[in-house]
């Protein structure tokens, strides 16, 4: 009953590239500023940021099968719908709803694998995150064959919106969300659920997730250009960096997922946080191009598994407020691709690319850390 999750999960990966593969024609087609262009994104992460903060709260009046049905044809219309608006706002707008959509099937999807009891729930949301990765893999390649196929950028859009119809007829009848209704919880649990927001470890776990989403995001972001301006690399060949992290965050999730009784959520944590440190900053040092880029591999590894352990750990220690913490972690995780892009780039133009990477390694030994603080799971 898993599968699709996963199916779901690779979908999304792949929605995450679309815009990126897209918005070269984009800026030709309304004469765009590359700082105008950039509001793609941010809408983007703006409307994940919205939907995910009040998915918890929709959650108790409609139950998580009814919300993911409507993100999955929302999804169908706005990747339908974008290519054709007219105007620049209007494509922010529907990247803003898309952004609404897709973070409503990532909080959704998240809250009901954590609730599978056992090694299987831990093996699953290993397996969940593994298929964002793999979707995010392949996808860049796909959407440039539809284009080279088709002869016009607007059909990697379209071939994108195809799987979230089916996904929707999916879900409506999945065993995975059976018996998910509004509140079904009893009062002692609805009580639990709304007192999590008074937990600092809580917002622990929210510290965390701002700190990986926000590292993994700003290096997508920024890898090739650091390989450039500071290797002399051409374009083509410093993208492959980028691939490579793909590569490590599936290949290490794969492994979680594989092995996943070995890895108990909060253990796994206090060695991936330090390690990730260990590699950026290695990273930042390296001298040889060819190093730096199998670097990006080994920083993909580190960070593979540090999701969906945040999660579990939230989940297991907070069984009653799965939907809430699902929720907040998303939200910060959405807020950390916001805001350290930002900050990675203002270092850059006043420093340079690898005092830049240097503090993603500080901050994620200072993650590293923190982590002895988080809350173990209920038994």
């Known amino acids: 009953m898993e599968f699709t999750a996963y199916a779901a999960f690779i979908f999304l990966g792949a929605s995450a590239t679309v815009n990126g593969v897209a918005l070269p024609f984009l800026i030709e087609q309304f004469s765009l500023p590359l700082s105008t262009a950039g509001s793609l994104f941010m809408l ?26 409507l993100a999955s044809l929302a999804m169908t219309a706005t990747h339908l719908g974008l290519p054709l608006m007219p105007y620049w706002w209007a494509v922010i ?45 392949i996808s860049p390649f796909v959407w440039a064959q539809a284009i080279n196929w088709q002869g016009a950028w607007q059909w990697a859009y379209w071939f994108c919106a195809v799987p979230f119809l089916p996904l929707a007829v999916a879900f409506a009848k999945s065993a995975l969300l059976r018996g998910d209704a509004p ?37 997508m972001g920024w890898t090739t250009t650091y390989l450039t301006a500071e290797f002399g690399l051409p374009v083509d060949t410093a993208s492959v960096g980028v691939s490579l992290m793909w590569l490590g965050l599936a290949v290490g999730r794969g492994i979680c997922g594989k092995f996943s009784s070995l890895f108990e959520p909060r253990g796994t944590l206090l ?16 001298q040889s191009p060819w190093l730096a880029l199998a670097s990006f591999f080994a920083a993909g590894l580190g960070l593979s598994a540090i999701f969906p352990m945040l999660m ?25 691709a916001l805001v350290f892009p930002w900050i990675l780039g203002y270092v850059a133009e006043f420093v340079n690319l690898r005092w830049g990477i240097l503090l993603l390694a500080g901050m994620s030994l200072a993650a590293g850390i923190a982590t002895v603080r988080l809350p173990k799971p209920q038994m």
């Open 93 to 137: 707008l529907a990247a803003f709803l898309n952004g609404n959509a897709s973070s409503t099937i990532d909080v959704g999807l998240n809250a009901a694998v954590a609730g599978i009891p056992g090694e299987r729930g831990t093996a699953a949301l290993n397996w969940l995150h593994f298929a964002f990765g793999v979707g995010a893999l």
């Open 183 to 219: 509140d079904e919880a009893p009062p002692s649990h609805e009580k639990a659920s709304a007192n999590i927001y008074r937990e600092g470890q809580f917002w622990l776990l929210v510290a965390l997730m701002t700190i990986y989403c926000g590292i993994e995001v700003a290096l």
């Open 44 to 69: 983007h992460s703006f409307g994940y940021l919205v939907a995910s903060t009040f998915y918890p709260s929709a959650a108790k009046v409609t139950g998580n099968r009814l919300l993911l049905v």
């Open 271 to 286: 060695v991936l946080f330090p390690a990730t440190a260990v590699v950026l900053a290695a990273t930042a040092a390296l």
């Open 312 to 336: 579990l750990n939230g989940t297991q220690a907070n069984p009653y407020a799965r939907v809430q913490v699902s929720g907040g972690l998303v939200t910060a995780a959405g807020f950390g």
